[in-house]
């Protein structure tokens, strides 16, 4: 087929003009070789092959599956290399591709090996146009096995290095510093500092509350920034205010309860169970009273309140 058939398909245009110029950068002027991955990475490899040559650019062409068949080595031989493919749905195929052409690297002196894709699903190439629609509601069931490694790695220690979680799930580097990145921009990952909670409390509470609405915003108002409260939820059944208390110890809660809770008059019925330290979860965020310019946000001064420390 002619160059011109090529660069007149509508989905290949858009494949040039998303990544055409990072990929001229990127070979610069050394020579470089294309390797359209069969089957539709074939046709968007030999479009922008077609696109590059007009550049006057020293790039040769061939093809492979992605398991390595049918590659040409010669003409990849001591150049640059780009995978290209249509997309990225799993990361399956581009692990095996790149892998493959990773362990040809230092015999072909191969100088780089770069991915381009029109969509990447998963955010691992280097070069894309676009990605899959996000899920607007997520749940679990939308996290590839991946996704989840990279959460559960950071869990566990949320100073692991993109290389270290890299060994761990066999993706490389680049593609978990994508991936971290795009589940912080989706708002479904979020890296922070935790306080080890029993180094700091001994005691916890469970309070249900009942009362009128009106009531229940007062208190969620008053209380969602208290330091001791790690949990504040509005229910339905026996109660419609839900707290959870954690403390240094029992007496902080007695203390809170008085002189917080049961001070509300139109408070239908209050119950309150205490406990230890919470055996899930075993965490807890720093509460906000390290910002000195805060003013206690109940404005009431509870036993040995942090805010006022």
């Known amino acids: 087929m002619g160059k011109n058939f090529f660069l007149k398909i509508k989905s290949i245009q858009k494949f040039i003009k998303g990544v055409g110029e990072e990929v001229k950068r990127y070979f610069g002027k050394d020579k470089g070789c294309i390797i359209g991955l069969e089957d539709d990475g074939v046709f968007y490899g030999e479009g922008l092959w077609h696109w590059l040559s007009q550049k006057n650019k020293k790039i040769t062409f061939t093809t492979m599956d992605d398991d390595g068949r049918g590659l040409e080595e010669e003409k990849a031989k001591g150049r640059k290399v780009l995978l290209v493919d249509n997309d990225i749905i799993t990361g399956k195929a581009y692990q095996r591709a790149m892998s493959i052409m990773m362990a040809k690297k230092e015999k072909l002196k191969i100088k780089d090996i770069k991915f381009a894709v029109l969509c990447d699903r998963v955010k691992v190439a280097d070069f894309s146009v676009e990605d899959y629609p996000i899920p607007s509601s997520w749940n679990l069931?939308?996290?590839?096995?991946?996704?989840?490694?990279?959460?559960?790695?950071?869990?566990?220690?949320?100073?692991?290095?993109?290389?270290?979680?890299?060994?761990?799930?066999?993706?490389?580097?680049?593609?978990?510093?994508?991936?971290?990145?795009?589940?912080?921009?989706?708002?479904?990952?979020?890296?922070?500092?935790?306080?080890?909670?029993?180094?700091?409390?001994?005691?916890?509470?469970?309070?249900?509350?009942?009362?009128?609405?009106?009531?229940?915003?007062?208190?969620?108002?008053?209380?969602?920034?208290?330091?001791?409260?790690?949990?504040?939820?509005?229910?339905?059944?026996?109660?419609?205010?839900?707290?959870?208390?954690?403390?240094?110890?029992?007496?902080?809660?007695?203390?809170?309860?008085?002189?917080?809770?049961?001070?509300?008059?139109?408070?239908?019925?209050?119950?309150?169970?205490?406990?230890?330290?919470?055996?899930?979860?075993?965490?807890?965020?720093?509460?906000?009273?390290?910002?000195?310019?805060?003013?206690?946000?109940?404005?009431?001064k509870c036993n040995e309140c942090e805010y006022f420390l």
């Open 141 to 300: 069931k939308n996290l590839d096995r991946i996704d989840l490694e990279i959460i559960k790695a950071l869990s566990e220690d949320g100073r692991k290095t993109f290389v270290e979680i890299a060994k761990e799930t066999g993706l490389t580097p680049v593609g978990i510093k994508n991936r971290i990145e795009r589940l912080i921009k989706k708002e479904i990952l979020k890296i922070q500092g935790l306080l080890n909670a029993e180094k700091f409390y001994q005691a916890s509470a469970t309070i249900g509350i009942e009362a009128d609405s009106d009531t229940i915003s007062k208190l969620i108002k008053k209380l969602q920034d208290c330091p001791l409260v790690y949990n504040l939820v509005k229910v339905s059944g026996h109660h419609n205010l839900i707290i959870d208390l954690i403390a240094p110890n029992q007496k902080r809660i007695t203390d809170l309860v008085e002189k917080q809770i049961r001070t509300e008059p139109k408070i239908r019925y209050l119950e309150v169970d205490l406990g230890d330290v919470p055996i899930v979860p075993k965490v807890h965020s720093l509460p906000n009273f390290v910002d000195k310019k805060k003013k206690c946000p109940c404005q009431i």
